[in-house]
């Protein structure tokens, strides 16, 4: 069965430092994966997406993620994080078959605070 | 353009009542997700809506739990005889079909508290 881990619960790191959020799926075949972000009070927001091709995706807000198939890995980087960036992360693992799309499966996300 | 919405934002009800939440999808998205987060279980899948298809209901927690999406747009989802362990926030998702579609988009979520 899919699933994903995202081994790190809350993470606190200062404003200005670069963040790396990790996140390992187990999947039989080559994932769609996706990295949300949630503030509090808000739904869901897409950072970026992996379907094929080069494996290091670009996302919104200057976030990006490296695909390693080798390690089942999908880790979300930051190089300089800002305030604004605390919120909860969540890295999901998803599928596509024939013309339909199936639900995603969600790690536990990661809660992310800042310091001055 | 408008992105998922979903009503209410928040609705508290009392053990044993029926409950009806309502999404309304992007227009001219054929999939549509409901999804539960709760505390300690993160976020689970319910149920799924694709174009005429049967909808996949794997996701439900119990037969208290049921969909439905008329016209293949606005969904609405119907928790009976609410339980407190059915307190969590609600979120709905839509998305296109097809490749380089898949990208689900969220709405706001309806918070449930059952008291």
């Known amino acids: 069965a899919q699933s994903v881990t995202q081994p790190d619960i809350h993470i606190t790191v200062s404003e200005g430092a670069s963040l790396e959020l990790r996140c390992n799926y187990s999947?039989?075949?080559?994932?769609?994966l996706f990295w949300y972000v949630q503030s509090p009070g808000q739904g869901l927001q897409l950072l970026l997406k992996y379907f094929s091709g080069d494996t290091l995706v670009q996302g919104i807000k200057g976030f990006e993620a490296e695909f390693k198939r080798s390690q089942s890995s999908f880790n979300l980087r930051k190089p300089s994080v800002h305030w604004s960036d605390a919120a909860e992360y969540f890295c999901?693992?998803?599928?596509?078959?024939?013309?339909?799309?199936?639900?995603?499966?969600f790690g536990k996300g990661t809660k992310l605070s800042v310091k001055p | 353009g408008a992105g998922v919405s979903q009503s209410p934002s928040n609705k508290v009800t009392e053990k044993g009542k029926d409950v009806e939440l309502r999404c309304d999808p992007i227009s001219g998205h054929t999939a549509l997700y409901w999804y539960r987060q709760s505390l300690g279980q993160g976020l689970e899948f319910l149920i799924y809506?694709?174009?005429?298809?049967?909808?996949?209901k794997s996701g439900l927690p119990s037969d208290r739990f049921s969909a439905e999406r008329t016209g293949g747009s606005v969904s609405t989802l119907t928790i009976q005889r609410t339980q407190q362990e059915d307190s969590a926030v609600y979120l709905c998702?839509?998305?296109?079909?097809?490749?380089?579609?898949?990208?689900?988009?969220f709405g706001p979520g309806t918070r449930l508290t059952v008291t």
């Open positions: 999901a693992v998803g599928e596509a078959y024939g013309g339909s799309q199936g639900n995603l499966i």
């Open positions: 809506f694709q174009g005429n298809s049967a909808p996949d």
């Open positions: 998702a839509s998305s296109l079909a097809g490749r380089g579609g898949y990208e689900q988009y």
């Open positions: 999947y039989g075949a080559t994932p769609y």
